[in-house]
Nanobody, 128 residues
């Protein structure tokens, strides 16, 4: 199983941008289901974005569509979450997660948070 570590969190004003990175220090990100989740205090964890690395297909939570972009760099064994036009409601701890593409379908993993590898999280705080 891969080992993941997030970076890039911080504090920004509303309308600003951040790029989160998720480095796989053990294992590779190729041919995997890669995702970003977030959890705000007192709220349930929610899936933000997912990429199926085999075909490059991506999906996003409705609240971040058009503002966030998930991407990957296989040469760096890293995937990213570019976050633009940030809003105070985006404030949360952000986690990256990864697992095999099969046998469990990637869309199931994303909708159920069913990933074997998780990072420790990076905090994003957006002030108004």
């Amino acid at each position: 199983q891969v080992q993941l570590a997030e970076s890039g969190g911080g504090s920004v004003q509303a309308g600003g941008s951040l790029r989160l990175s998720c480095l796989a220090s053990v294992g590779t990100i190729t041919n995997r289901c890669l995702a970003w989740f977030r959890q705000a205090p007192g709220k349930q964890r929610e899936g933000i974005a997912v990429i199926y690395t085999q075909g490059g297909e991506t999906h996003y939570r409705d609240s971040v569509k058009g503002r966030f972009t998930i991407s990957q760099d296989n040469a760096k064994n890293t995937y990213y979450l570019q976050m633009n036009s940030l809003k105070p409601e985006d404030t949360a701890m952000y986690y990256c997660a990864a697992d095999a593409l099969l046998p469990v379908p990637c869309d199931y993993r994303w909708s159920h948070g069913d990933f074997g590898a998780w990072g420790l999280g990076t905090q994003v705080t957006v002030s108004s």
